[in-house]
């Protein structure tokens, strides 16, 4: 059975204090993972995509990184409007479905 | 751009009373999606379309209908509402599911049902 497992499930921060979230899957031919922000109330963000073992996309303090079995999300010098929840997600090769992980939820202090 | 769009934003139903969720975009995207969001679950897919005309089913189906007359709308029909379908729905969409994975979540609808 397919499953994508999120960890840490919260994560609080210091304004600066750098950390990772990691998101582990077990699939069988993973076509695309993504990488989405959640703000309460709100509806899941597009952040990035990641196709193939070694890929790495930036977007200002955020950086995803992707391995066979698992994808890293590195915030660097987090600011408080980074505070929000981080959804891992995945696409197999075969079908049109998309797998969410629970998500992290990360808050900043300032 | 409007981008996705949902209504209405909160509901509150009594048990057995069916009501549609409404879900526009204007991006002529020929994909869209169903999701409802329960605390410790994640997202669940209930329903989605590749087009229109075409509708199929997700994780979470029951209790639930959907059709896709137009590329523009994809109405949620809850046919009659139970208390486990008291949640937060999410209408999204994209150009083309296998291409980049973007999706487009709209605002949401949280509904309640007593």
């Known amino acids: 059975e397919d499953q994508v497992t999120q960890s840490p499930e919260a994560l609080r921060l210091q304004e600066g204090e750098s950390s990772s979230l990691n998101c582990s899957y077990t699939v069988s031919g993973l076509r695309g993972l993504f990488w989405y922000r959640q703000d309460p109330g709100k509806g899941p963000e597009f952040l990035f995509t990641l196709y193939s073992a070694g890929e790495e996309k930036e977007k200002e303090r955020l950086k995803a990184t992707l391995t066979k079995k698992e994808s890293f999300l590195h915030i660097t010098a987090p600011k408080p409007e980074d505070s929000a929840t981080y959804l891992c997600v995945l696409i197999k090769a075969a079908g049109n479905k998309l797998t969410f992980g629970g998500g992290t939820r990360v808050l900043v202090k300032p | 751009n409007a981008g996705v769009t949902q209504t209405p934003k909160f509901q509150v139903l009594k048990t057995g009373q069916s009501m549609t969720l409404q879900c526009a975009q204007d991006m002529n995207h020929e994909y869209m999606s169903w999701y409802r969001q329960d605390p410790g679950m994640g997202l669940r897919l209930i329903h989605y379309s590749v087009g229109a005309g075409i509708t199929d089913q997700g994780e979470v189906p029951n209790g639930y209908n959907v059709s896709r007359s137009t590329t523009e709308d994809f109405p949620l029909r809850l046919l009659s509402a139970a208390p486990s379908q008291t949640s937060v729905y999410f209408c999204?969409?994209?150009?083309?599911?296998?291409?980049?994975?973007?999706?487009?979540f709209g605002p949401g609808t949280r509904l309640t049902v007593t």
């Open positions: 999204a969409s994209s150009y083309s599911i296998g291409g980049s994975g973007e999706q487009y």
